[in-house]
């Protein structure tokens, strides 16, 4: 390049965009960020942000008229917590009908706070996501990292080898084209009703239940099992959290390009609180918080409180390493078929 070519060039813009710099410090996902700047709840330096807008150290960030402390934003606090979903609780912070929320049960982080990997919708259980790092969060959900989602599920109605064909090629829904990138029969059911464990690659709304109701069946239950490397173990009771070690954080952030990043030293009380939180949250429900099932009571009986988990599959035995060095091929973990005289139509181990 000539240095007439270096004259013309036009400098770049100094600093980071706004949406990553409170993303990293755990405000919120680059997406939340970017919501919140079109609603003018952003300001830099007493003015409404702009999307695209580049800041420094020197700039004054406020939201919500709050003040974020710049020095925050050089350090990146990872943490990811599991949680385990009962039907019931809806994925936002706070609802406007006085539902249960995923955020009800989680522990408060010292810094940052907890910011979804994903969403489930209020009646499918299973694995939930939260980390306290936004670029973390926003990695695992775009679409260019390819992180497959695993889920079991059980579909009322004939299904035949023509409609798999379909589902796994493709089909239209009502917010563009859809698919399965594989599917795979699992033991249990009874009747019309028929188990499966599927993979989407993608986070769209209810588009599980969706693309099997395009073939005319009708979803029953739904549990996702696994996100990219990270599997629902049966040790992680229904309604339960668990944080992930440092491995386990690594090889996470590995999977969509981030470096490691070590977690803050707890010491004190404040480690024997974190260890009482532990054990409590690898307990199962009690009888007085047991999670109630959104299913309704047959006429004349009175409600029974939910199941307690039980293993799915080959992605819930206990013991194993809930986070793999890399994503499994799901034909490595289909449920083990039955042995001659087990008893047939036996539900599989789901919520």
Known sequence: MSEQDLQDTPPRPAGEKLQKVLARIGVGSRRDVEAWIGEGRIKVNGVAATLGQRVDMHDAISVDGRLIKREEAAETVRRVIMYNKPDGEICTRDDPEGRPTVFD??????????????????????????????????????????????????????????????LKAGVVLEDGPARFTDIQEAPGGEGFNHWYHCVVMEGRNREVRRLWESQGLVVSRLKRVRFGPVFLNSDLPMGRWREMSQGEVNI????????????????????????????????????????????????GASERPARQPRDEGAAGRKGRSTVAERPSDMKQRRPAPKRPGSSRGKPPKAD
């Open 105 to 166: 049960r989680l522990p408060r982080p010292k810094e940052g706070r907890w910011i979804n990997v994903g969403r489930l919708d209020i009646n499918t259980t299973g694995l939930l996501m939260f980390t306290t790092d936004g670029e973390l969060a926003n990695r695992l959900m775009h679409p260019s990292s390819e992180m497959d989602r695993e889920y079991a599920v059980r579909v009322r109605g004939e299904v035949d080898e023509d409609m798999i064909a379909r």
């Open 252 to 299: 996470l952030a590995g999977e969509v390009g981030l470096a490691p990043v070590a977690l803050p030293a707890v010491k004190g009380k404040d480690k024997e609180k974190a260890e009482r939180m532990q054990r409590k949250s690898s307990k199962p429900i009690g009888r007085g918080e047991r999670v109630r099932s959104l299913r309704p009571a047959k006429e």
